[in-house]
């Protein structure tokens, strides 16, 4: 299998197609997105520069931060932004299916994450709910309060692109799995899950990532982002729009505060995000000690052996196994995934 590219933002370049998109809101490119250039070192990017860690050196660095909150920043630091990008009809048919969404479109050039209507959904339906149930929730019962039956389905819709609400999907059925067990987290789990789906999100976290805790959000740089992204796809009005969705959907998951002038400010993980965060890289095509790199890792706001730390817990908690062996790190999700949903 060709292991997916984990490059910096400033190498975006998707190859997507039409495909489960089209008719299934859960999976793959989204509808119309053409684009096929494809860098042919770019494969090789993740094997060739094999990021490896001493277990037990983290052990002893999680052990000196137990008990201590320590901001973890980004600044200076080269992100890993996931880009998801396959390079074959096998990356495009193992990631679609997983649940992952790529392209040059998204929900946020009309929407944000949607953070209250997903409560509301998931809290009006069975932890074990079916699609049906969830549409039927929207839908029939107007768990939304929408006053309409056309804003019913579209919210239907929106939310449908940004989270599957199919448990057929890993990507939901893992996240909601998370979601009913840790209360605290579930907006960090919602935006994970958000950026695994919306390219236009995750085109917007490079900026609001690099920030300093207390520094002032530079919309001219997450605009400067989403343009690279999508080139000139856009209309400035609609590009503007997607700043605003996006500033606040950051808002909602705790990365920013404030209304009109947006803040940075630092989240705090929990052992289920870990758990999810090191699951979408796994299943994005990262491995080892590069799960604690990953796009999803690095929204966790927190240093490698803190996230060493809560994978222990969530080990223990039963959302993943992890080993290690000559000094690398082995995470596997055998309680979370079927066998034919791990690589």
Request: with cysteine.
């Amino acid at each position: 299998m060709t292991p997916l590219c984990l490059t910096p933002r400033h190498h975006l370049n998707h190859r997507s197609g039409r495909g489960p998109a089209d008719s299934e809101p859960g999976k793959g490119a989204w509808p119309d997105d053409r684009e096929a250039s494809v860098d042919p070192l770019a494969g090789a990017a993740l094997q060739a520069s094999p990021v490896r860690f001493s277990l037990i050196a983290l052990f002893l660095f999680a052990g000196k931060l137990a008990g201590k909150r320590v901001q973890f920043s980004t600044v200076g630091v080269t992100l890993q932004t996931d880009v998801i990008r396959p390079l074959n009809k096998g990356d495009e048919a193992r990631l679609g299916d997983a649940g992952f969404r790529w392209g040059r479109k998204g929900t946020h050039t009309s929407r944000t994450i949607m953070l209250d209507e997903l409560r509301a959904v998931l809290g009006n339906c069975r932890p074990d709910a079916k699609r049906d149930d969830y549409l039927s929730a929207i839908h029939d019962d107007n768990c939304l309060g929408k006053r309409t039956a056309a804003t019913r389905k579209l919210s239907s819709q929106r939310l449908s692109e940004l989270y599957a609400l199919d448990p057929d999907v890993p990507l939901f059925r893992v996240m909601r799995r998370c979601w009913y067990a840790d209360r605290d987290g579930q907006a960090i789990l919602a935006l994970l899950l958000a950026l695994a789906r919306d390219p236009l999100l995750r085109a917007s976290a490079p900026p609001v990532l690099r920030m300093r805790s207390g520094e002032e959000l530079a919309r001219q740089l997450m605009t400067d982002a989403l343009t690279r992204a999508v080139g000139s796809r856009l209309s400035e009005s609609t590009l503007d729009k997607v700043v605003r969705n996006a500033a606040s959907s950051w808002t909602q998951s705790g990365h920013l505060r404030g209304r009109g002038r947006k803040v940075r400010q630092i989240v705090t993980p929990t052992a289920a995000t870990t758990a999810y965060a090191l699951l979408l890289g796994y299943l994005a095509g990262a491995c080892g000690a590069a799960l604690f790199e990953s796009l999803w890792a690095q929204v966790l706001d927190d240093s490698t052996g803190q996230l060493m730390r809560l994978a222990l817990d969530a080990r223990r908690l039963g959302f993943l196994d992890m080993r290690q062996s000559g000094g690398v790190i082995d995470v596997a999700f055998s309680w979370l995934l079927a066998p034919g949903e791990r690589r």
